[in-house]
């Protein structure tokens, strides 16, 4: 303590606290009473249109409503598929541009930035204009499928078994170069000597790349997913402006659902209630997502 | 052995069969943004012929139709106006249409910029503060701290919309600018301060501490030492910010109507005649997306770090 005394003004310990205060408070009051107001909102009947009405404690009984309602576990299927499709093929194409781009030719870094620029735009205006390319009469998007395969006219928007894969093709065309990028430094960590030993006991390129490259690139892409997952799951903008849910509910993820519960019906107990089930299993999820990623980072 | 070049550098052919494939998805990852681009250039009906145009007559009917509010008039009464004074009038009168007033995009748009630069500023302002706190002293439960001003980035956006946007109506910030500077500068924060810790943590201890033995207090040290070597990484960190605030949309189409709302909102709300004015949506995108695309590429070097929330650096 004695140290510090020598140097004039505030204490350390006074500038600390000083500096984290504002941070905390703002996050406390913008992030954490939201929530917590939520989920005393959740166990009770509050309508948040009927601004005289009191409401009324109901115990569990939102809670209940929600996980007995079949169109729910729908959602969470649209949500879960979606998922599911969009990582897969965000890891695949991702992994194999970044194992391109990682052979370091002229230009790449020129290549990387333009092939970037997708997952930077407003994903909401990114939903508009993709409406205009799947616009079934005079779509790009249409034309050129029809240009390779005649299909005839179809609707990507409109067709309840198009639609999903709408969303999958505009969400991984947008967020691909995200796993690239984590992957590309998973590839750019991996020392050179681990190369040179395995040419030195001849290991074939093959083995090489299931060996050394794949154990090293994958806690990178497993990171690399998990922000995508995470993502995902929340998923909104995009969708709404493309395809607003439809047709139907064949589009319609968790959160768009709960937006037309809280936003449009008003049931702003039932829809906290929802909001509190996804906000765990989303953050349960990721907790054990993380402890698997650092097992596989350990070995 | 060829001993001028490593056995693990590729070889050149296996360069060029890369370098083939990464352009080739490069065209084709970079047509939707052009199509827009192209689309903002193309009058109405160009826009919805079929084949789609290629080639095109370039307008700027798109940009006219962006910025104003027309209505349909008839020949006669056309006729008996004045002769248009300036190209755009002209062009909307071949469409038999006079010019009522300007469109709301200014506003918007200028909406974004305000609370865009607005929240940007107090988040990096305030994040650096609480980073350079993390980054050099013994803050207790420091990695539970992080840990919950990164999950607060997890919480979907609706789930605390509806209790902010009652907040907000008790206390008068629903659809104002203060409002969503305020809501836009919490939701960086978590970037801001695991960036910007990050970036703190890379310069040396030694430089303050030399600046304090010279008389500095430990607050003149962190402004006119810390701040300035920082600078490169603030700078990158206000650019993130910038572009999630530019971007955002579920909270401004929940909590925003007429005073505040910015563009991602009102661009899908631009309707001409008989369905969307593709043009003139072309014309608000791209006008909307330029400063991002310039941004990112002012970024590409800090492009991983912000993404990952600092995790990964290289």
């Given at each position: 303590?004695?140290v ?45 249109n009927?601004?005289g ?5 109901v115990?569990?009984?939102?809670y ?8 729910i ?10 998922m599911f ?10 992994l194999g541009?970044?194992?391109l ?20 735009l407003?994903?909401a205006?990114?939903g ?17 499928v029809?240009?390779?395969y ?52 001849r ?25 995508r ?8 903008d ?24 809280a ?7 039932y ?22 990623m ?6 | 052995?060829?001993?001028?070049r ?21 065209v084709i990852t970079?047509?939707?943004i ?10 109405v ?20 139709n ?10 006669e009464y ?15 009168r ?26 940007t500023?107090a ?21 539970d701290l992080?840990?919950f001003?990164?999950?607060t980035?997890?919480?979907p ?9 009652i ?15 305020i ?11 695991w960036?910007?810790?990050?970036f ?25 030492v ?19 605030s ?16 910015t563009a991602?909102?009102?661009?899908p ?10 043009p ?9 997306l ?25």
């Amino acid at each position: 303590m004695s140290v510090k005394k020598k140097f004039k003004g505030l204490s350390d310990k006074a500038v600390g606290w000083l500096f984290i205060g504002p941070t905390v408070l703002l996050l406390l009051a913008i992030n954490i009473y939201p929530l917590v107001y939520a989920i005393k909102m959740s166990f009770t009947n509050f309508y948040a249109n009927k601004i005289g009405r009191e409401p009324q404690f109901v115990g569990l009984k939102n809670y209940i409503k929600v996980l007995n309602k079949e169109a729910i576990w729908e959602k969470m299927q649209v949500t879960a598929s979606f998922m599911f499709w969009t990582l897969l093929l965000q890891a695949i194409i991702g992994l194999g541009l970044a194992l391109l781009l990682n052979r370091k030719f002229k230009g790449n870094e020129l290549l990387t930035t333009l092939i970037v620029l997708p997952m930077m735009l407003s994903p909401a205006v990114v939903g508009v204009f993709w409406t205009y390319l799947y616009n079934p009469q005079v779509g790009l998007f249409n034309y050129v499928v029809n240009f390779f395969y005649d299909l005839g006219s179809f609707d990507m928007i409109g067709s309840s078994t198009l639609a999903p894969w709408a969303i999958v093709i505009v969400d991984t065309w947008m967020w691909t170069p995200f796993t690239m990028l984590i992957c590309l430094a998973g590839l750019r960590s991996v020392p050179n000597y681990l190369y040179e030993a395995a040419e030195v006991d001849r290991a074939s390129k093959w083995q090489q790349f299931i060996y050394i490259t794949l154990p090293s690139v994958l806690p990178f892409l497993l990171l690399a997913l998990l922000f995508r997952g995470i993502e995902n799951f929340k998923m909104f903008d995009m969708v709404v402006e493309l395809t607003s849910g439809g047709p139907g509910s064949a589009t319609e993820l968790a959160s768009i659902n709960l937006k037309r519960e809280a936003f449009e019906k008003w049931k702003t107990g039932y829809s906290s209630a929802f909001a509190v089930i996804l906000f765990v299993t989303i953050f349960g999820f990721g907790n054990v997502y993380v402890k698997v990623m650092n097992k596989i980072k350990e070995r | 052995m060829d001993t001028s070049r490593s056995y693990l550098e590729p070889s050149s052919f296996s360069k060029k069969m890369a370098a083939a494939i990464i352009i080739v998805y490069a065209v084709i990852t970079l047509i939707p943004i052009s199509w827009m681009v192209m689309t903002s250039f193309k009058n109405v009906d160009s826009a919805i012929s079929y084949p789609p145009e290629v080639l095109f007559e370039p307008s700027l009917e798109g940009y006219v139709n962006l910025f104003t509010n027309r209505s349909r008039q008839s020949q006669e009464y056309l006729d008996s106006l004045p002769p248009p004074e300036n190209w755009y009038e002209e062009l909307v009168r071949s469409r038999e249409m006079v010019i009522t007033g300007p469109s709301k995009f200014l506003g918007r748009y200028s909406n974004s910029m305000i609370i865009g630069f607005g929240s940007t500023f107090a988040s990096v302002f305030l994040g650096a503060l609480a980073a350079y706190a993390f980054s050099r002293f013994r803050v207790p439960l420091k990695d539970d701290l992080l840990f919950f001003i990164l999950s607060t980035r997890m919480f979907p956006p609706i789930a605390v919309a509806v209790p902010i946007f009652i907040m907000y109506r008790k206390l008068g910030l629903g659809d104002t600018h203060l409002g969503m500077i305020i809501l836009y500068t919490v939701v960086n924060l978590s970037l801001a301060v695991w960036l910007l810790k990050g970036f703190m943590d890379e310069i040396p201890k030694e430089y303050e501490e030399a600046a304090m033995i010279d008389g500095y207090s430990r607050l003149q040290a962190f402004f006119k030492v810390v701040l300035p070597q920082a600078m490169t990484g603030i700078a990158a960190t206000a650019i993130f910010c910038m572009i999630f605030s530019w971007n955002e949309y579920a909270f401004a189409v929940l909590l925003t109507q007429f005073n505040a709302q910015t563009a991602p909102p009102f661009i899908p709300t631009i309707i001409g005649e008989g369905g969307l004015d593709w043009p003139a949506i072309g014309a608000g995108t791209t006008l909307f997306l330029l400063p991002v695309m310039i941004f990112t590429i002012i970024l590409r070097k800090h492009l991983l770090r912000g993404i990952t929330f600092g995790a990964v650096r290289k």
